[in-house]
């Protein structure tokens, strides 16, 4: 195992989807690793269920503590495996922090891990308050009857990311970044 500094932040880890349509849509999303040291993943039993859910969200961001530099934006990823249950927690991470999930039940879930990690108290760069979190995010998938995977992303306060879109395979660039 190499520890060496590359001088440029590469390699880049990159995730991708391939989907119908002439269009490619480029996201990228540099992330401090003071907030990436905070990843939890959990391979809950299902009888744990939501509270266990919720236990494991709220017992991540506090053990991060002001590590991440918050306020954070949490992303959580429930379903699938274990890695797909990361990816999705990553994903979160994209979504306006403005938007709430589409799912009113999952919205709501948001909302009461919102409240409940804000009321942690680490506050703006860990200094104490009452906003630790701006956002909670949460993507769902499908997984086994005997396995609950539950992940964990935190990104800190910067939670930088830009998209780009290509309409067609020639490379034009419509008019405006999203």
Request: glycine content about 12%; proline content about 8%; charged content about 20%.
């Amino acid at each position: 195992m190499q520890r060496t500094n590359t001088g440029d932040n590469t390699p880049a880890v990159i995730y991708y989807d391939v989907v119908p349509g002439e269009t490619l849509r480029i996201t990228v999303m540099p992330k401090g690793f003071g907030s990436e040291n905070c990843t939890a993943l959990g391979m809950l039993k299902p009888a744990d269920g939501l509270d266990g859910v919720k236990r494991f969200v709220i017992d991540a961001v506090d053990k991060a503590g002001p590590n991440p530099c918050p306020p954070v934006t949490v992303g959580v990823g429930i379903g699938g495996t274990s890695d797909k249950a990361l990816l999705l927690a990553k994903r979160a991470l994209l979504r306006d922090p403005e938007s709430s999930h589409p799912n009113p039940e999952i919205e709501g879930l948001e909302k009461e891990l919102l409240d409940a990690i804000n009321n942690l108290g680490y506050g703006p760069g860990g200094l104490g308050g009452r906003v630790t979190a701006l956002a909670v995010h949460i993507e769902t998938y499908p997984t086994h009857i005997a396995g609950l995977p539950v992940a964990v992303c935190l990104n800190c306060h910067a939670a930088r990311h830009k998209t780009w879109e290509w309409m067609d395979a020639l490379g034009t660039v419509p008019g405006a970044f999203l």
